[in-house]
Nanobody, 123 residues
């Protein structure tokens, strides 16, 4: 069992940077790939990016590539989402998720989810 708690969201202005954190409790955090997803009002939950269990590999959605960076610290059971040059289209609830599936771009590929943290970008 893994429990995930996100933090770092808030109301920010367009163009600034923001870092989200996701702290995991439970054992074997380092064996899970960690994904970030986001969900805007009235829309589906969309893939943002993923980091492999070791942290050696990352993959991003085209919409955030070059602006967002995912990293992890397995000693601290924490994964981060660094968001740079945010814009209004980044407004959403952001979720972190843990999984071991190869279907890491889909919601169904993850076993555990956090409760989400709201990011609102004002233009």
């Amino acid at each position: 069992q893994v429990q995930l708690v996100e933090s770092g969201g808030g109301l920010v202005q367009s163009g600034v940077s923001l870092r989200l954190s996701c702290v995991a409790s439970g054992r074997r955090f380092s064996t899970y790939a960690m994904g970030w997803f986001r969900q805007a009002p009235g829309k589906e939950r969309d893939f943002v990016g993923v980091i492999s269990s070791s942290g050696a590999n990352t993959y991003y959605a085209d919409s955030v590539k070059g602006r967002f960076t995912i990293s992890r610290d397995n000693a601290k059971n924490t994964v981060y989402l660094q968001m740079n040059s945010v814009n209004a289209e980044d407004t959403a609830v952001y979720y972190c998720a843990a999984g071991r599936s190869t279907h890491w771009k889909t919601v169904s590929g993850y076993d555990y989810w956090g409760q989400g943290t709201q990011v609102t970008v004002s233009s």
